[in-house]
């Protein structure tokens, strides 16, 4: 590190130097060297910022610029021409040209695929993996952008053009449903692009062969070898059997429930009946199905169960449990009843 503080003092001197030997006629010498130092500082500081762009950036930029470069030639000699005395509008021309093609080259260079080419370009493989393509369900079902703001969402969120498009259809549709859900989630888009930790990229590419917006997001994740954040059960079954890693909101929703184990006690509000004889069916705070034996009279009431057992399907987490007069203080008024009737049936009897 010392050793490349020198180098960098000596590379200010030696520009500061010869600032100073060249200068024009008209310059002093102490503003040629402050020009000559403040450019070496400045060439320094381009230098570091460099180093902590990826290739990916870099050869994006260049080839932004080079494009830019020749663009800028070519219009300068039919500028040339019809506009005499015009060194100073093809100078600005160039200028601009060739900062507009390094500005678009190095932000749609985090889209190349370097690891094609092998070789030297085949370490670029490990960032290329933290590209995560959104889908349309899962940008209008919203939770994306509060799993987004804890943090738990790193790399670079891909947008592709054709799910925007089918997001403003959505917003634009004649249902009303259909409308409030495709403007909810250009609302959630909006929100994701206002968390500064997170980079948002909108790509361009398109399959015009390919009708459906499903097999779209798989051939683009294929190609840039992305996963893909959805939390359509049909789009993930396709994309795993299409060799595409799929990160499924509601397998996340799922697995962050908390674990019931037989024999706990649990209070749980009865909302309905249930398909059985007796039964009631209550749900958790999280959507958790809770099927509770005898309690089909405790409807509308809150009451404590005991759970029996836990199924995991695909669809959720679903409870069975039990209720128990004896457990629970509202079955208390009931008790009389009962006592009279068992006390009739043994008199009748």
Not at 40 to 67: N, P
Not at 255 to 277: A, D, N
Not at 285 to 312: C, E, F, H, P, Y
Not at 332 to 342: N, V
Request: glycine share 10%; charged share 20%; aromatic share 6%.
């Amino acid at each position: 590190m010392a050793d490349l503080i020198i180098i960098r003092a000596v590379f200010i001197i030696v520009l500061g130097g010869c600032a100073y030997s060249l200068r024009p006629a008209t310059w002093s010498p102490i503003l040629a060297v402050a020009v000559g130092i403040a450019l070496g500082v400045s060439i320094i500081f381009f230098e570091i910022r460099v180093k902590t762009v990826s290739m990916r950036r870099l050869i994006g930029a260049a080839f932004g610029s080079v494009l830019g470069i020749i663009g800028a030639y070519l219009v300068s000699l039919v500028v040339g021409r019809a506009v005499p005395d015009s060194a100073f509008l093809q100078v600005a021309l160039l200028l601009w040209m060739m900062y507009v093609g390094l500005v678009v080259g190095a932000s749609k260079g985090d889209t190349l695929n370097l690891a094609a080419f092998g070789g030297f370009f085949g370490g670029e493989k490990g960032p290329k993996k933290a590209f995560k393509i959104l889908d349309t369900s899962v940008i209008i079902d919203g939770r994306i952008a509060d799993i987004a703001e804890t943090g738990f969402l790193d790399g670079v969120l891909v947008i592709p053009q054709f799910v925007l498009h089918e997001l403003q259809m959505v917003a634009d549709s004649s249902d009303s449903m259909k409308r409030a859900r495709g403007r909810c989630g250009l609302d959630i888009l909006q929100r994701i692009q206002k968390m500064p930790h997170l980079n948002i990229q909108i790509v361009e590419e398109d399959f015009p062969t390919v009708r459906e917006v499903d097999m779209k997001l798989i051939e683009l994740a294929k190609i840039y070898d992305c996963k893909i954040v959805t939390n359509d059960f049909n789009l993930n079954k396709v994309a795993q059997l299409r060799g595409v890693v799929v990160l499924n909101i509601n397998e996340l929703a799922n697995s962050l429930k908390p674990i019931v184990l037989p024999g706990e006690i649990m209070r749980v509000f009865i909302l309905k009946e249930g398909k059985e004889f007796n039964q009631g069916v209550a749900y958790l705070d999280d959507g958790t199905m809770v099927v509770v034996d005898n309690a089909k009279r405790m409807i509308s009431k809150t009451v404590d169960v005991s759970v029996t057992s836990v199924l995991q399907t695909t669809a959720g987490k679903m409870i069975f449990g039990k209720y128990e007069d004896r457990s629970h203080g509202a079955s208390g008024s009931e008790r009389p009843a009962k006592k009279q009737t068992e006390q009739a049936v043994g008199e009748t009897s």
